[in-house]
């Protein structure tokens, strides 16, 4: 009694409307693909691709069954929620789950992309104030009449930044990169450890609220062990102090998992394939997992797809792949699309949700990388993984066991 829940409920007539919808958009798809220059686009794979994931949708109780399972593989972790079904009020048509309070992450997002264009502008001024463009002609000029907008101006910038680095201690800055590599630990072990992807992580889908982590010692502890098993890499002692000890920590909370993303086994083996290759800037070898997650028959010239990527990524330096991922993702699959590669539909759904991961948790701190997680996670041996771990020691100065 006295319960707060959320309720969702399918539109009346909306299976059909939505089914009518797709088979016009297959019969123009397969049409605009018979015109020059088009066909190699394959409109019309595009367009399966899309509306496969979307009709799952349609089912709420498919949605619970989701939460269910998602709950069950988070439960140990004290720094995610995700809605709880409350049965049996729970239907195809309609969904009462529990009520979970919290900020939409969308605004840490953005503030943190506006800070870090302030910062770059207060720096800039600082630097060199008398030479500093204010003219409305010009981009920067441009840019501080946005700042004078929402009321922050550049000397305030200087000012609070100035004031950060006294103090040695900015609670917005540890809270985003808390929530952002709270996230992206998320992803990878939806990804490599459970094969249970949640498949539309955009921030509007993700709250933020605080959690007291004091007490349940012995719950943090059985989690890094835990993390240890799945092959993720284990917190300095500074950071478990702080995990374990230190209350409150962000929690997020996941909403919306009507569509996930479960490979077989096959294409989970090619995926974390792809990702170890990636990590090595293995051109070839990336290819060749690509091409063993694509659907036959559609690329015309394997071979020389593979020299296409061995090319790129020996062009490429290896720290613009760590600090960019998501543009040499963008990139990638641009040479697809050239080489009428097309990936299964669940396997680009795993790649559109990395890119939009890697989007908003760089936004929220721009010096987590994906990249770093993904090769310690995928090193193939404990010799190596030693060796990762003897370079974040002497690159952080803390003790750390990957």
């Known amino acids: 009694a006295n319960t707060l829940v959320a309720v969702k409920v399918r539109h009346p007539g909306v299976s059909t409307i939505m089914a009518r919808d797709f088979v016009l958009m297959q019969r123009a798809a397969r049409a605009a693909g018979q015109l020059p220059g088009l066909k190699q686009l394959r409109l019309d794979e595009s367009v399966r691709q899309f509306g496969g994931p979307l009709q799952e949708q349609l089912d709420l109780s498919v949605e619970a069954a989701h939460l269910d399972r998602f709950g069950r593989n988070f439960k140990a972790w004290r720094n995610v929620k995700f809605p709880t079904p409350i049965y049996p009020l729970v239907r195809p048509d309609v969904l009462v789950e529990s009520f979970e309070p919290g900020s939409a992450i969308q605004g840490y997002v953005a503030a ?37 907008a929402d009321g922050l101006t550049t000397s305030h910038c200087v000012a609070s930044a100035a004031a950060a680095k006294r103090s040695g201690d900015n609670e917005s800055l540890r809270v985003r990169g808390a929530i952002a590599e709270t996230g992206m630990h998320v992803y990878l072990k939806m990804l490599l450890s459970d094969n249970f992807i949640h498949a539309d992580m955009h921030p509007g889908n993700i709250l ?111 720290e613009v792949i760590r600090t960019r991922t998501s543009e040499v993702l963008q990139d990638m699959i641009e040479e697809l699309r050239q080489h009428q590669v097309t990936l299964k539909a669940t396997v680009s759904t795993v790649v559109v949700t990395t890119l939009v991961l890697e989007g908003w948790s760089r936004e929220l701190n721009p010096d987590l990388h994906i990249m770093d997680a993904l090769r310690d996670m995928l090193a193939v041996d404990w010799k190596e993984r030693l060796s990762r771990a003897v370079d974040k020691v002497m690159a952080t100065g803390s003790l750390a066991v990957v």
Do not use: Y
Request: aromatic share 6%; charged share 20%.
């Open 112 to 148: 943190s992309a506006a800070c870090a264009a302030k910062a770059a502008l207060a720096a800039l001024q600082s630097d060199n104030s008398s030479s500093f463009p204010s003219g409305s002609g010009s981009e920067s000029g441009v840019a501080l009449m946005a700042l004078a």
């Open 208 to 318: 933020v609220r605080e959690v007291d982590r004091s007490g349940g010692i012995a719950e943090r502890f059985a989690l890094l062990l835990k993390q240890l098993s799945w092959g993720l890499p284990l917190p300095g002692v500074r950071d478990v102090f702080q995990n374990v000890v230190m209350p409150p920590q962000p929690q997020l909370v996941l909403l919306d998992t009507g569509m996930i993303a479960e490979l077989s086994s096959s294409d989970q083996r090619s995926v974390v394939q792809f990702f170890r290759e990636l990590t090595r800037q293995n051109g070839e070898g990336i290819a060749r997992s690509i091409l063993a997650m694509s659907e036959m028959h559609t690329c015309p010239d394997p071979d020389r797809f593979v020299v296409s990527l061995r090319d790129m990524f020996n062009g490429l330096d290896p």
